[in-house]
């Protein structure tokens, strides 16, 4: 490892255990999910989450789009006024798990302080609908949300986007596609769906982190990726041009077994250009701020986030350095 992991990390990870991701199938994956909500429901998941700030009512709602519907979790600022900026928000979970209110704590926050209108996109998952689904979902919810966005309150055109792990894939993959956006905000991101990822000294340094493993990555990619796809379509670090980015901050973890693709894309981006900041937790596990409650370093990189999008999200619209 290149670093200690929390003492609550710790604890937690000894207590419960997990599937054997090796040789989980795809049915048992799905049949996960009902135990997973259950313990974020609990008050052992509340305070692993995090607390929802007070300033903030957070309420689902229905997205439609061409031949699917999709669930919505807005977080709005209790006090505030219209013309707020909109971020566009995708969990993690590696297309096979998750939900946007793992992300409350985090969200919630963000839109009573920044302030801004913040939907989360409960996009669809594999098994039962493998990738590209998640991507398009993403690619498709962006604009309707931008064009819905005045009954929130919200001015579409002060726009940014955000996501956790693979939530930052499709933060990436879809910023390709979207004009104007103000800033992309990528968090212990995974930007390489290829075998190579296996590859990054990261993926052996931390091997034995105790979210993100090796044999999780490999189930994620077995489970969700359809055979014979190319990962390379998914995989922002194959992109050939990625001149016109939008700025972007991105989060990487210390204990994570991704953590050498941000600096790597981050390389990329300047390379090409683009305005970047890159900052390290090294005492932070992957997914940690959807665990506020655990991990320490939760609370001055969601204080980093805060600042990064009120300085971006408040800069005149033709800004883009």
Not at 107 to 132: F, G, K, M, Q, T
């Given at each position: 490892m290149r670093g200690r992991v929390p003492v609550r990390m710790r604890v937690l990870a000894a207590l419960k255990g997990g599937p054997d991701w090796d040789s989980i199938t795809p049915d048992q994956v799905v049949q996960a999910r009902a135990p997973q909500e259950r313990l974020r429901r609990s008050a052992l998941g509340a305070f692993i989450t995090g607390k929802p700030h007070r300033g903030a009512r957070s309420t689902t709602h229905t997205l439609e789009l061409p031949g699917r519907t999709l669930n919505v979790r807005v977080h709005r600022p209790v006090h505030a006024g219209p013309g707020l900026p909109l971020i566009v928000a995708f969990h993690g979970g590696g297309f096979i798990?998750?939900?946007?209110?793992?992300?409350?704590?985090?969200?919630?926050?963000?839109?009573?302080?920044?302030?801004?209108?913040?939907?989360?996109?409960?996009?669809?998952?594999?098994?039962?609908?493998?990738?590209?689904?998640?991507?398009?979902d993403?690619?498709?919810?962006?604009?309707?949300?931008?064009?819905?966005?005045?009954?929130?309150?919200?001015?579409?055109?002060?726009?940014?986007?955000?996501?956790?792990?693979?939530?930052?894939?499709?933060?990436?993959?879809?910023?390709f596609d979207t004009p104007d956006l103000r800033t992309q905000v990528l968090i212990n991101p995974q930007l390489d769906w290829t075998d190579g990822v296996f590859a990054y000294p990261s993926f052996t340094d931390n091997a034995d982190s105790p979210t993100a493993t090796p044999a999780n990555c490999r189930a994620v990619q077995r489970i969700a990726l359809p055979a014979g796809f190319d990962a390379r379509a998914i995989s922002p670090m194959f992109r050939e041009d990625l001149a016109g980015s939008a700025p972007t901050l991105i989060q990487s973890a210390g204990l994570d077994p991704l953590e050498d693709q941000s600096p790597a894309y981050a390389d990329r981006l300047r390379q090409a250009g683009?305005?970047?900041?890159?900052?390290?937790?090294?005492?932070?596990?992957?997914?940690?701020?959807?665990?506020?409650?655990?991990?320490?370093?939760?609370?001055?990189?969601?204080?980093?986030?805060?600042?990064?999008?009120r300085n971006r999200l408040s800069a005149p619209s033709d800004v883009r350095r």
């Open positions: 798990s998750g939900v946007p209110e793992q992300d409350d704590w985090l969200l919630s926050h963000l839109s009573a302080e920044c302030p801004a209108v913040v939907a989360s996109v409960d996009y669809r998952l594999a098994p039962e609908h493998p990738i590209p689904a998640a991507v398009e993403a690619r498709d919810a962006v604009p309707a949300l931008v064009a819905q966005a005045g009954q929130w309150g919200a001015d579409g055109s002060r726009l940014a986007l955000l996501g956790s792990s693979a939530g930052a894939t499709l933060a990436v993959l879809t910023a683009v305005t970047v900041t890159l900052t390290r937790y090294p005492e932070a596990t992957h997914g940690f701020l959807s665990m506020s409650g655990l991990i320490p370093a939760a609370g001055p990189a969601r204080a980093e986030i805060l600042d990064h999008l």
